[in-house]
């Protein structure tokens, strides 16, 4: 299995351009993740100059993702496709400047079978810019 930092997102998500929201994964654990994203322009997300609050949450939809992705890779978890079911209690603090690196981290908090409750941050620098629970649905392929 190579090294987390040397496995490529597009190998550990179901994604594909143009709506890849994150660069890299930079943390996984049964429990936790981070990944980081630099919004562009011209990115998926990115109108009018601003990055649109929609693609942070779609952002820490795909970290878990990507952590799941690459747990399974590693054997530590069944492979299955998934889906973002439900966001509660998100706040945005302020929308991300262009070019602005950002990480994106993520941490189970509940896991009730094929449902998971994860609590999510973006951050920029060590200052939060959004965050909020997340529900996704798991269906592990059986």
């Known amino acids: 299995m190579p090294a987390l ?7 550990l998500l179901p994604h594909r351009a143009p709506v890849v929201m994150i660069d890299a994964l930079l943390e996984a654990s049964e429990t936790r993740g ?9 990115d998926y997300g990115v109108s009018g100059g601003a990055v649109a609050e ?4 779609e952002c820490a939809a795909q970290t878990v ?17 998934g889906f973002l079911a439900g966001v509660s209690l ?7 400047e262009l070019d602005e690196p950002l990480r994106i981290e993520v941490e189970v908090t509940r896991n009730l079978g ?6 999510a941050k973006i951050l920029s620098g060590a200052r ?3 965050g909020g ?4 649905y798991l269906h592990d392929g059986k």
């Not at 998100?90 to 991300?96: A, G, I, L």
């Open 5 to 11: 930092q040397d496995t490529p997102v597009l190998e």
């Open 54 to 57: 929609p693609a942070l949450i």
């Open 34 to 42: 981070a990944a980081a994203k630099t919004f562009r322009r011209g």
């Open 128 to 130: 939060r810019i959004a």
């Open 114 to 119: 094929p449902m998971f409750i994860v609590e």
């Open 65 to 81: 993702a990507a952590m799941f992705g690459y747990l399974a890779r590693s054997g530590a978890r069944a492979s299955g496709l």
């Open 133 to 136: 629970e997340l529900k996704l």
């Open 90 to 96: 998100f706040s945005f603090n302020r929308r991300p």
